[in-house]
């Protein structure tokens, strides 16, 4: 009998419970709505009064308000948002101006390009890759906690026959952590971290492709170094170079061969050029990949040279790539492709 009733009033209860929050957060929202429309409003930037308007100079009252500087904003706990950050959010934070308050960055290749070497109908490649400072510590002598991912598509656009199918696509999840001896200068950091990259397919329900299913998991330790940056001579440099190296350990595979095809390490070398007397027009930059079975070369020329105000951000991207591993499910596969497109960088 008591646990009939106890059955009974538990649904009663809760109806309760759930009125009384209902009410509640009714109540709150109300009172935040009344405090918020009875709060003068804070311009985001200070007005600029015109000439026949303007105060006089013992007038305090009528004076603009001073733009909150990034040490200000520190001194009272606030968090600086990035120029590029999104500026849809709850919270009061105010907005940075300068390129070290930002957080969120490209991380590796960004690129749209169409396949014109190596096979019969052009195929589009594309990449986007994006990394976000979790925490970043000094100014000098930096230290930081970062994720990032990339993916990497391949898509035949074009066959318009079969909905123009994506043939494949890898995705390569990181977190590491980094230090760089000036945290704006971001052509020289070292890396420690671990990587896993896949194709993201296998067995969900009854649609098993485990077959195509490739993965792998490693840690790496990266490191670059950028030379001809330096200002401080007082000299315009006009070559630029930054060497790197990644070397990793996998510890999980979907198999030894896929590890094989992919070797152990990653050589790089960055190479921007250009005329100190046409800095826009003569720019070209250049970045080499050479892997244990395979070599990749990709060049970028700037739009906004060829536009007007350089409304246009994005560069004229040529890339080739022969060897093993261009993609996952065909990796042992020895290809030579090439790409033309755009980058973002």
């Given at each position: 009998?008591?646990?009939?009733?106890?059955?009974?009033?538990?649904?009663?209860?809760?109806?309760?419970?759930?009125?009384?929050?209902?009410?509640?957060?009714?109540?709150?929202?109300?009172?935040?709505?009344?405090?918020?429309?009875?709060?003068?409003?804070?311009?985001?930037?200070?007005?600029?009064?015109?000439?026949?308007?303007?105060?006089?100079?013992?007038?305090?009252?009528?004076?603009?308000?001073?733009?909150?500087?990034?040490?200000?904003?520190?001194?009272?706990?606030?968090?600086?948002?990035?120029?590029?950050?999104?500026?849809?959010?709850?919270?009061?934070?105010?907005?940075?101006?300068?390129?070290?308050?930002?957080?969120?960055?490209?991380?590796?290749d960004n690129y749209f390009s169409f396949q014109t070497i190596g096979v019969e109908r052009p195929r589009v490649k594309f990449q986007f890759s994006l990394r976000f400072e979790v925490v970043s510590l000094r100014e000098t002598e930096n230290f930081a906690f970062n994720l990032a991912f990339t993916q990497k598509s391949f898509?035949?656009?074009?066959?318009?026959?079969?909905?123009?199918?994506?043939?494949?696509?890898?995705?390569?999840?990181?977190?590491?952590?980094?230090?760089?001896?000036?945290?704006?200068?971001?052509?020289?950091?070292?890396?420690?971290?671990?990587?896993?990259?896949?194709?993201?397919?296998?067995?969900?329900?009854?649609?098993?492709?485990?077959?195509?299913?490739?993965?792998?998991?490693?840690?790496?330790?990266?490191?670059?170094?950028?030379?001809?940056?330096?200002?401080?001579?007082?000299?315009?440099?006009?070559?630029?170079?930054?060497?790197?190296?990644?070397?990793?350990?996998?510890?999980?595979?979907?198999?030894?061969?896929?590890?094989?095809?992919?070797?152990?390490?990653?050589?790089?070398?960055?190479?921007?050029?250009?005329?100190?007397?046409?800095?826009?027009?003569?720019?070209?930059?250049?970045?080499?990949?050479?892997?244990?079975?395979?070599?990749?070369?990709?060049?970028?020329?700037?739009?906004?040279?060829?536009?007007?105000?350089?409304?246009?951000?994005?560069?004229?991207?040529?890339?080739?790539?022969?060897?093993?591993?261009?993609?996952?499910?065909?990796?042992?596969?020895?290809?030579?492709?090439?790409?033309?497109?755009?980058?973002?960088?």
């Amino acid at each position: 009998m008591s646990a009939n009733r106890e059955r009974k009033t538990r649904p009663a209860a809760l109806v309760r419970w759930t009125a009384t929050v209902a009410v509640a957060a009714a109540a709150f929202a109300s009172a935040v709505r009344g405090a918020r429309a009875a709060a003068p409003e804070t311009p985001s930037e200070p007005s600029v009064p015109s000439e026949a308007s303007a105060p006089a100079p013992s007038s305090k009252a009528s004076a603009p308000l001073p733009t909150m500087t990034r040490a200000q904003a520190n001194s009272e706990d606030k968090l600086l948002r990035s120029p590029g950050a999104p500026p849809r959010t709850a919270i009061d934070e105010p907005l940075g101006t300068d390129s070290e308050g930002q957080y969120f960055f490209l991380h590796d290749d960004n690129y749209f390009s169409f396949q014109t070497i190596g096979v019969e109908r052009p195929r589009v490649k594309f990449q986007f890759s994006l990394r976000f400072e979790v925490v970043s510590l000094r100014e000098t002598e930096n230290f930081a906690f970062n994720l990032a991912f990339t993916q990497k598509s391949f898509w035949d656009m074009l066959d318009f026959d079969h909905s123009s199918p994506f043939i494949e696509t890898n995705y390569r999840p990181e977190a590491f952590f980094s230090y760089r001896p000036l945290r704006s200068r971001r052509t020289r950091e070292i890396q420690l971290g671990v990587q896993h990259e896949s194709n993201g397919l296998g067995a969900v329900g009854q649609v098993d492709q485990s077959a195509d299913s490739r993965g792998w998991n490693y840690v790496f330790l990266d490191a670059r170094w950028g030379f001809g940056r330096d200002r401080s001579a007082g000299n315009d440099p006009w070559f630029f170079f930054t060497p790197g190296l990644r070397v990793w350990y996998p510890f999980e595979s979907t198999s030894q061969a896929l590890v094989n095809a992919e070797g152990y390490f990653l050589a790089y070398l960055d190479v921007d050029f250009r005329v100190t007397e046409l800095p826009k027009a003569s720019r070209v930059s250049a970045r080499l990949k050479a892997r244990r079975h395979s070599f990749e070369a990709d060049v970028y020329y700037p739009l906004p040279a060829l536009t007007t105000g350089g409304s246009v951000r994005a560069w004229i991207f040529g890339q080739v790539f022969t060897g093993e591993a261009e993609r996952m499910i065909t990796f042992a596969d020895h290809v030579t492709h090439g790409y033309v497109g755009l980058a973002f960088q």
